[in-house]
């Protein structure tokens, strides 16, 4: 694993300089940060976030584009859970539950350090907070409120300036045990969350990174994860580093010029077509 992600981000360091940004879709992209500086991104997630940080920031270095991408980890974590650990920093201000990760320009600035939300929100003048539903819950239209508000209330306060966008998390592939508790498939699970995304961004105005849709597009689904693994697996991860750069910065990925070493030119091809149908169909 080591030797085919350096050699991703080998190809993506070598070509960004010659990459810059091609031209948008209508509606989609937040583009760079403000005077050129890098697009400051915080991630307050759980497991379908973090990893994130492993493909995003070569593909957007490949592209022409700054990106300073940081991750707020608790495995598993729920609205309510955030909304809770918020709560809980409120009067305890050593309470920091979070794995915090950074990656500035293609680089681990921090390295690993635990943290909290309201004081994550505070370090940086970030240009970009993303939120989204543990993946259990996330086909549960009930479990989004009040708590999706309350977190919403927060970043709002802490972060005014900085614009709040949904990561739309995906389904789980057909060997996970967890389908047939629910009492329903795979497309099912992507039918009911794909909703439960919609109506809560549209309730707030929000943008979608839609990932669990582009992985919808995917021909061979499955071939994104790993059996018994509901996580995305390289191919998935590049999937949704593809659906962050096209969302955020407006590129058209299709231009892409890097990929896992180990993934041939028609599958890459096929990823790449997947990740701005999906951006171009959730551009307002």
């Not at 389904?171 to 439960?196: N, T």
């Not at 999937?239 to 407006?250: D, E």
Request: proline share 6%; net charge positive; glycine share 8%.
């Amino acid at each position: 694993m080591k030797t085919m992600k350096n050699a991703f981000c080998s190809a993506a360091a070598l070509l960004a300089a010659a990459c810059g940004p091609l031209e948008s879709p209508a509606g989609t992209g937040v583009r760079q940060g403000p005077d050129g500086e890098p697009l400051k991104v915080l991630m307050i997630g759980n497991s379908f976030s973090i990893c994130a940080l492993d493909k995003t920031p070569g593909i957007v270095a490949a592209m022409g584009g700054k990106l300073d991408l940081a991750s707020l980890y608790i495995g598993g974590c729920s609205l309510e859970r955030h909304c809770r650990n918020i709560e809980a920093a409120s009067t305890n201000a050593t309470f920091k539950p979070y794995r915090f990760n950074r990656n500035t320009l293609g680089k681990s600035s921090t390295g690993k350090r635990s943290a909290n939300i309201p004081d994550a929100l505070a370090m940086e003048k970030w240009d970009v907070v993303t939120i989204q539903q543990a993946s259990h819950f996330s086909w549960r239209p009930d479990t989004f409120e009040p708590w999706g508000g309350r977190l919403v209330e927060t970043i709002r306060k802490l972060a005014p300036q900085a614009k709040i966008v949904v990561q739309e998390t995906w389904s789980y592939p057909p060997w996970d045990k967890r389908l047939a508790k629910f009492g329903f498939d795979q497309a099912e699970m992507y039918a009911r969350l794909h909703r439960a995304y919609a109506d809560f961004a549209a309730k707030y105005g929000f943008d979608i990174l839609p990932v669990g849709t582009a992985a919808e597009y995917v021909p061979d689904r499955n071939r994104l994860f790993t059996a018994p693994d509901f996580h995305f697996n390289e191919e998935g991860r590049y999937l949704q580093g593809l659906v962050f750069a096209a969302k955020l910065f407006g590129f058209d990925v299709r231009g892409c010029p890097c990929k896992p070493a180990k993934m041939d030119e028609a599958r890459a091809a096929a990823i790449k077509a997947a990740a701005m149908d999906a951006v171009g169909r959730a551009a307002p």
